[in-house]
């Protein structure tokens, strides 16, 4: 039996065949098309190459806010020519009958991070990703824990007297401490800031104020952080951040485990191939 996985960012699709929902094979990896059309096309080339049956099911995550039947994308500002459209529908007109699961590409890797890499082993588990943008989900035994909508941590508030963004950008945690938003504040690249700078150490401060807000309202086991501000080379120190939070919160509770992502760019299928084994009830 084989299953499919895939993983749908802004910038790259990559796509993977599992024989056994615990490995998978060859990635296949290509630009992510801006039409949803061609995006479709290419995600069914890229399942044909890697698995030639019909899978048994397929799982994958997408970059945007889902719809609410979890077919397609309701909006997003990169994949904007996606929104409205049935990924699902797409992939089942080629394999028909066959299960498919869509998730926000974020809370996927956050299953992947759970079940596979820095949180095995927990039982509830707080992923955030720091890159672009500031996304986040909450993991409880392998699975997306229940919403109406979905998980938007990088949208709570932070600066809320304005002091660091003035009054035109919206005080949010993803505005403080994104590399979009670093980009936009310094006028250069985040990865253009030598690791010495002192910014490095302000960006996890402000990060460490948005994980209280984090382990007060989920109560986790452990934090998980991925993304190229936490990962890269230089990046928001890890340590930095739990010294940070341990502060911000230490008259109140203890401080989880808070600890780097191990899973890199392939943390979305491997939560793929989670989602498949919890849903499918594969043993």
């Known amino acids: 039996m084989t299953y499919i996985l895939f993983d749908i960012g802004g910038t790259k699709t990559r796509v993977a065949a599992s024989e056994d929902l615990g490995s998978f094979g060859e990635v296949v990896s290509f630009k992510t098309p801006v039409?949803?059309?061609?995006?479709?096309?290419?995600?069914?080339?890229?399942?044909?190459?890697?698995?030639?049956?019909?899978?048994?099911?397929?799982?994958?995550?997408?970059?945007?806010?889902?719809?609410?039947?979890?077919?397609?994308?309701?909006?997003?500002?990169?994949?904007?020519?996606?929104?409205?459209?049935?990924?699902?529908?797409?992939?089942?007109?080629?394999?028909k009958d066959v299960p498919v699961f869509l998730e926000n590409d974020a809370a996927m890797a956050g299953v992947g991070e759970a079940v596979f890499g820095a949180g095995k082993g927990l039982e509830i588990v707080a992923y955030h990703t720091v890159s672009t943008g500031v996304g986040g989900v909450k993991v409880e035994n392998g699975e997306i824990d229940m919403a109406s909508v979905g998980f938007e941590p990088g949208h709570q508030i932070l600066d809320i007297d304005r002091t660091v963004l003035g009054e035109d950008i919206d005080p949010t945690l993803e505005n403080l401490v994104s590399g979009t938003a670093v980009g936009n504040r310094f006028g250069v690249k985040a990865y253009e800031i030598p690791q010495s700078d002192m910014v490095w150490d302000e960006l996890a401060e402000y990060l460490a104020q948005g994980l209280r807000n984090t382990i007060l309202y989920w109560s986790p086991d452990a934090i998980v952080l991925g993304g190229a501000m936490i990962v890269g080379d230089p990046a928001i120190s890890v340590d930095t951040i739990r010294k940070y939070t341990v502060e911000a919160i230490h008259d109140i509770e203890p401080a989880p485990l808070i600890t780097a992502a191990k899973l890199g760019d392939e943390a979305g299928l491997y939560g793929a191939m989670a989602i498949l084994k919890k849903r499918l009830g594969v043993d």
Do not use: M
């Open 35 to 95: 039409k949803f059309e061609d995006g479709a096309k290419k995600l069914l080339e890229a399942i044909k190459k890697v698995c030639e049956e019909k899978p048994e099911g397929v799982a994958g995550g997408i970059r945007g806010l889902l719809s609410e039947d979890k077919e397609g994308i309701e909006n997003d500002q990169v994949l904007s020519k996606w929104a409205g459209k049935s990924l699902v529908r797409e992939i089942n007109k080629k394999y």
